[in-house]
């Protein structure tokens, strides 16, 4: 969607970020264009001190203009988590360069982005009222995914449909390598915190033929049913990462994520993929 926003827009930069009113900041969330390399997400601008609500008056002059910026659009997306936090940014470094037809398309792609916005956050509310009804023995108790055991069957009937040639589907591993540095670092009220916040995406980002379950403390599995070649499984990605990001916006730390992944018809047993999956993610 940003990608999309670059090439129609004046300028060529397009910034998603959270407005915290309290402290005068805006985080980005996402950066697309010129200014990516000097604006990383997780990046923080100062808000004008005149400011008093989302608009061309968000972000402080000075600061612009030390990025060469002259002109920019601000939108606000309208969420349940709060109108305005977040909001759109369009920047660009001549005057006067934006129209009236510019802020429109960005008003209609922020409507976008809030609907994904949304879906995470409505699935994610489901499953949590799904899991009073789970069976307690197969499923983990602090995530409501399934657990290891569970998992473990319902690789092994997605692993005979593969062998068969039924379904191409994949098996995929998720490691948080930084949660037991979380856990010293900030106790493990905010570790558990951050493994349900991870659950709830995970669970949003998959679709209703696929399976995840927890591993380990710091694990998760995926068996991704009917995906297309590793773009799917790239695509799956993308998907986890953008949402736990936005998620954990204002939890005091962040969550590093790394990913394994392999055909489940390449491997001679449902046993030796996850073996292999695990063994593969970067400790």
Same mark, same amino acid.
């Given at each position: 969607?940003?990608?999309?926003?670059?090439?129609?827009?004046?300028?060529?930069?397009?910034?998603?970020?959270?407005?915290?009113?309290?402290?005068?900041?805006?985080?980005?969330?996402?950066?697309?264009?010129?200014? *990516? @390399?000097?604006?990383?997400?997780? @990046?923080?601008?100062?808000?004008?001190?005149? @400011?008093?609500?989302?608009?061309?008056?968000?972000?402080?002059?000075?600061?612009?203009?030390?990025?060469?910026?002259?002109?920019?659009?601000?939108?606000?997306?309208?969420? @349940? *988590?709060?109108?305005?936090?977040?909001?759109?940014?369009?920047?660009?470094?001549?005057?006067?360069?934006?129209?009236?037809?510019?802020?429109?398309?960005?008003?209609?792609?922020?409507?976008?982005?809030?609907?994904?916005?949304?879906?995470?956050?409505?699935?994610?509310?489901?499953?949590?009222?799904?899991?009073?009804?789970?069976?307690?023995?197969?499923?983990?108790?602090? !995530?409501?995914?399934?657990?290891?055991?569970? /998992?473990?069957?319902?690789?092994?009937?997605?692993?005979?449909?593969?062998?068969?040639? !039924?379904?191409?589907? /994949?098996?995929?591993?998720?490691?948080?390598?930084?949660?037991?540095?979380?856990?010293?670092?900030?106790?493990?009220?905010?570790?558990?915190?951050?493994?349900?916040?991870?659950?709830?995406?995970?669970?949003?980002?998959?679709?209703?033929?696929?399976?995840?379950?927890?591993?380990?403390?710091?694990?998760?599995?995926?068996?991704?049913?009917?995906?297309?070649?590793?773009?799917?499984?790239?695509?799956?990605?993308?998907?986890?990462?953008?949402?736990?990001?936005?998620?954990?916006?204002?939890?005091?730390?962040?969550?590093?994520?790394? /990913?394994?992944?392999?055909?489940?018809?390449?491997?001679?047993?449902?046993?030796?993929?996850?073996?292999?999956?695990?063994?593969?993610?970067?400790?």
């Amino acid at each position: 969607m940003l990608e999309l926003l670059e090439a129609a827009l004046p300028g060529g930069s397009v910034l998603v970020g959270h407005v915290d009113w309290e402290n005068g900041e805006y985080r980005l969330i996402d950066v697309c264009g010129e200014v *990516a @390399s000097e604006l990383p997400p997780g @990046s923080v601008l100062p808000i004008a001190s005149d @400011s008093k609500h989302a608009g061309n008056g968000l972000l402080d002059r000075e600061t612009l203009a030390s990025l060469s910026v002259r002109s920019y659009l601000a939108v606000p997306l309208e969420t @349940s *988590a709060g109108g305005g936090a977040i909001t759109i940014c369009a920047l660009a470094s001549g005057t006067d360069v934006f129209k009236r037809s510019h802020l429109d398309l960005i008003a209609v792609a922020g409507r976008l982005l809030t609907y994904e916005w949304e879906s995470v956050k409505w699935r994610a509310d489901l499953r949590r009222l799904s899991e009073r009804l789970r069976d307690p023995e197969s499923t983990d108790p602090l !995530t409501g995914l399934n657990n290891r055991t569970s /998992f473990m069957q319902a690789l092994e009937r997605e692993w005979r449909l593969a062998e068969r040639g !039924t379904a191409e589907s /994949f098996i995929v591993g998720v490691r948080l390598p930084n949660l037991g540095e979380i856990g010293e670092r900030h106790g493990e009220g905010l570790k558990e915190l951050l493994v349900k916040d991870a659950a709830e995406v995970l669970e949003a980002a998959i679709r209703r033929s696929d399976h995840a379950g927890r591993l380990a403390d710091d694990s998760f599995g995926v068996v991704l049913v009917g995906c297309k070649g590793l773009t799917g499984a790239e695509a799956f990605f993308a998907r986890f990462e953008q949402a736990l990001e936005r998620v954990t916006l204002e939890r005091p730390c962040s969550l590093q994520v790394e /990913f394994s992944v392999k055909a489940l018809g390449a491997c001679d047993s449902p046993e030796a993929a996850l073996q292999d999956v695990e063994e593969a993610i970067p400790a």
